[in-house]
């Protein structure tokens, strides 16, 4: 009696359940995390779906439209960021109520150009001329998450990170300069430092 062999190959990365939907092989081990932009957080929106394999599950592929992280914006300098139309910038605000680079982020798919003032965290971060502010960690207690606070001009962040110096930042009423303070001491009111040096200008 001869015996036959039963050989399963598995394509594309398609796993199919009894119903014929086809989920992405290996999502819950490396899933996709989007950026949600009230808070800044990265977060994964579990298992996604393969529609070309089937119909998908109502719950499977849903997610808000927001930035994903980690791309191709996230290695990019505060300069670099402000000058590239398809990534975002996000500040934090320091003990002095200055903005403090925070990270370059990836957009959503919706890409937006207009005004930046009273935009909500989604719009502003829909929008390639505008950058997000968020509350920053100093005296935040542990597990801090931070906040969206609101959306202010690329224009106006870009022109001022291009001053290499604190004099030419200084003569500027619309830019501020930010300094690396060593020996610093600080309380709910903000920090003083025993030396303060010019690090860049925003």
């Known amino acids: 009696m001869k015996r036959l062999g039963l050989i399963l190959i598995v394509v594309g990365g398609c796993v199919a359940d009894n119903n014929q939907h086809c989920l992405q092989a290996g999502a819950d081990i490396a899933a ?59 500040y934090q605000d320091d003990s002095a109520a200055h903005p403090v ?10 890409m937006l150009h207009g005004a930046c003032a009273n935009l909500d965290a989604q719009t502003c971060s829909e929008h390639d001329d505008c950058t997000s502010l968020y509350t920053g960690p100093v005296n935040q207690p542990p597990n801090f998450v931070p906040s969206f606070e609101n959306c202010q001009s690329k224009t106006m962040q870009a022109a001022c990170a291009t001053l290499a110096s604190e004099g030419a930042c200084v003569a500027r009423t619309d830019c501020d300069p930010v300094y690396t303070g060593s020996n610093c001491t600080c309380d709910l009111h903000g920090c003083t430092c025993q030396t303060e040096t010019f690090a860049h200008c925003q």
Do not use: N
């Open 101 to 110: 680079f925070w990270g370059c982020w990836d957009m959503p798919s919706t």
């Open 32 to 90: 996709i995390l989007y950026r949600d932009p009230s808070t800044g957080q990265c977060q994964s929106f579990g298992t996604t779906c393969d529609a070309s394999c089937g119909p998908c599950p109502a719950a499977a592929g849903i997610q808000p439209d927001w930035g994903t992280c980690y791309g191709a914006c996230d290695s990019l300098t505060e300069t670099q960021c402000l000058a590239t139309a398809s990534c975002h910038a996000a």
